[in-house]
């Protein structure tokens, strides 16, 4: 005999080994310290925060979309009902006119009755107009019913001529007007073309005027320069020329008083020394200047020994306000340092009150074992 074999069912181990290794995952998700906060996810709070700020951002913006329809809505509703008062009052004034005009009271058939003659009663229609509800003509008493047609047809036909005849002379007229429109602007346009050719034909003359002008001056000025050139030049020449052949390179006293100055100065510009008086005037000016000089010297000097004794004065008086200061935030320091001694000493005593009095039962290691021993 042959022992058959039974394929064997592996479904339920495998679903307990998928359960264990995702235990497993979750454990080390959970328990790993370096990536969660014990009772704080800072991710999932922060993407919170960032949904919030975008759902506000977003009711914001709807708020603001809302505000500006609504707005809209408002005006064009604002607008449809000034423009239904419009209608509504154009109708009701052009009813008026008509009750004004068709409907008047002093027209009707009981005019007479109500504008207060009594007993006066008169018909103004036409007996051609009036028909059995008008009870006026009643039954057999209608003989020219069969006339009173053919004049209808034929007042129908006329006011069909009529209405043909104007309908075709308004259609002519709107003809001859449309075409007098289209010469007028075909006029238009050709004397706003004639208009533009003066115009272009003006300003390139006004161009060349202008150019032309230009070229004058540009000559005129060139010219103008070249005088000026030519002019310096003799100058300097004559200059020059002057210079040696004259007097003045000598620098003799002599030279400088002619015949016809004296008793007057001498001219400076033809002699380059110093007379003897000019030469004593100098001398005295300089010592007035040297004296003046010591006397200012003299004045800074005490004006200087003046500022460094008040300079003294002020730093000794803020040396002692220094001093003072000083002494002052010493015994602000000794102070603070004895109210700082006390308050150690209130904290060190409450210490020992909490450690040695109020939390003098500690837990053991089996305390803090029974905590975290599963994911769930």
């Known amino acids: 005999m042959y022992k058959v074999q039974f394929p064997v069912d592996q479904s339920v181990e495998t679903a307990v080994e998928r359960r264990q290794a995702a235990e497993a995952a979750r454990k080390t998700r959970i328990f790993n310290t370096r990536q969660r906060v014990m009772g704080l996810d800072l991710d999932a709070l922060h993407k919170q925060t960032l949904e919030k700020k975008h759902s506000k951002e977003m009711e914001r913006e709807r708020d603001k979309d809302f505000d500006k329809l609504r707005l809209k809505h408002d005006q064009v509703l604002?607008?449809?009902?000034?423009?239904?008062?419009?209608?509504?009052?154009?109708?009701?004034?052009?009813?008026?006119?008509?009750?004004?005009?068709?409907?008047?009271?002093?027209?009707?058939?009981?005019?007479?009755?109500?504008?207060?003659?009594?007993?006066?009663?008169?018909?103004?229609?036409?007996?051609?107009?009036?028909?059995?509800?008008?009870?006026?003509?009643?039954?057999?008493?209608?003989?020219?019913?069969?006339?009173?047609?053919?004049?209808?047809?034929?007042q129908t036909a006329r006011d069909l001529l009529a209405q043909r005849v104007q309908q075709e002379r308004s259609c002519f007229e709107d003809k001859h007007r449309k075409m007098l429109a289209e010469k007028e602007l075909l006029q238009q346009d050709h004397s706003w073309r004639q208009l533009h050719s003066a115009e272009e034909k003006g300003r390139k003359a006004a161009r060349i005027a202008l150019d032309h002008y230009n070229q004058a001056l540009a000559t005129e000025q060139a010219e103008r320069l070249q005088e000026s050139r030519r002019r310096e030049e003799r100058e300097n020449l004559a200059e020059k020329w002057?210079?040696?052949?004259?007097?003045?390179?000598?620098?003799?006293?002599?030279?400088?008083?002619?015949?016809?100055?004296?008793?007057?100065?001498?001219?400076?510009?033809m002699w380059k020394g110093i007379s003897p008086e000019q030469l004593s005037a100098i001398y005295r000016e300089r010592e007035a200047q040297c004296m003046e000089r010591q006397r200012w010297r003299d004045t800074e000097k005490n004006r200087e020994a003046a500022w460094n004794s008040q300079l003294l004065k002020a730093s000794g008086e803020a040396r002692q306000e220094e001093k003072r200061t000083a002494e002052l935030r010493r015994a602000k320091r000794i102070q603070a340092d004895q109210f700082n001694k006390q308050l150690a000493k209130e904290q060190q005593a409450h210490q020992q009150y909490l450690d040695k009095d109020l939390y003098a039962n500690k837990p053991t290691q089996e305390y803090f074992c029974q905590f975290n021993t599963t994911s769930r």
């Open 78 to 154: 604002l607008q449809r009902d000034t423009e239904e008062r419009k209608v509504r009052e154009a109708l009701h004034a052009g009813l008026t006119q008509y009750w004004n005009i068709q409907q008047r009271v002093e027209d009707s058939r009981d005019a007479g009755l109500k504008c207060g003659l009594r007993g006066v009663f008169g018909i103004t229609i036409p007996a051609a107009e009036l028909g059995p509800s008008s009870m006026q003509t009643f039954q057999g008493e209608d003989i020219g019913a069969a006339q009173r047609k053919r004049e209808q047809m034929k």
């Open 242 to 269: 002057h210079t040696l052949t004259s007097t003045m390179m000598t620098e003799g006293w002599e030279a400088a008083v002619s015949q016809l100055q004296k008793g007057k100065p001498a001219a400076t510009d």
